[in-house]
């Protein structure tokens, strides 16, 4: 079965500044993707960023970029220059069998002015 | 591209009582997964469409649970019998298949079971 672990249960940054949230997994599928969404307070999943699992090259999407460690099954995300409309509750999903998500338990991202 | 869209947003129902959810998934999209959020965790895996079919369900899918996807467009999820580990957010996604495997969520129905 596919783990995910989050170990960052908040994160606190101030506006502009960068912050990188942290989230590693386990599985055994050999072809997978990889998914960072955003959950606003009260407000739907909103898709932040994806990986391919069989690219090297680390996926980037404006402010947002990911660290992919395929070996290390890593997959950590970096907010740069962030913006208080990015708190949020912040969730890794690798993608498993039929391609369903499996989330972690989500890191609840702060930013202050 | 109107987005995924659930009904209704919210439900409050007495325990023992059935209800029933339905998803509408992005016009074109073949796939449709069911997912389950309580309060604090992330969304759990319910069950998946490939179209019409439904291809897989979770453990955590109990008999009282049943989803349907007739004709490979809006789905529903009926829980008979409501019992109070029920409440939660009820998620629906829907992707197509081939693009990246990219799941687009609704803004998910709140279930409280008194």
């Known amino acids: 079965a596919q783990t995910v672990t989050q170990s960052q249960p908040e994160m606190s940054v101030q506006e502009a500044e960068t912050v990188t949230l942290s989230c590693t997994y386990d599985?055994?599928?050999?072809?997978?993707?990889l998914f960072w969404y955003k959950q606003p307070p009260s407000r739907q999943m909103i898709l932040v960023i994806r990986?391919?699992?069989?690219?090297?090259q680390n996926a980037t999407e404006n402010r947002f970029s990911v660290n992919f460690q395929k070996a290390a099954k890593s997959f950590s995300l970096k907010i740069s220059d962030s913006q208080l409309g990015d708190a949020a509750m912040y969730f890794c999903?690798?993608?498993?069998?039929?391609?369903?998500?499996?989330f972690g338990t989500g890191t609840r991202l702060l930013v202050s002015p | 591209d109107t987005g995924v869209s659930q009904n209704p947003r919210h439900k409050i129902t007495k325990r023992g009582q059935n209800v029933t959810f339905r998803c509408d998934p992005i016009?074109?999209?073949?796939?449709l997964y069911w997912y389950r959020q309580t309060l604090g965790q992330g969304p759990e895996f319910l069950t998946y469409?490939?179209?019409?079919?439904?291809?897989?369900k979770s453990r955590l899918l109990s008999d009282r649970f049943s989803a349907e996807r007739p004709k490979g467009s809006f789905s529903t999820l009926e829980i008979q019998r409501t019992e109070q580990g029920d409440s939660a957010m009820y998620l629906c996604?829907?992707?197509?298949?081939?693009?990246?495997?990219?799941?687009?969520f609704g803004p998910g129905t709140r279930l409280l079971v008194l």
């Open positions: 469409f490939q179209n019409e079919a439904q291809l897989e």
């Open positions: 999903a690798p993608s498993g069998g039929f391609q369903k998500l499996v």
């Open positions: 990986q391919e699992a069989y690219k090297q």
């Open positions: 016009s074109e999209h073949n796939r």
């Open positions: 996604a829907s992707s197509l298949q081939g693009a990246k495997e990219t799941q687009y």
């Open positions: 599985t055994s599928e050999s072809d997978y993707y």
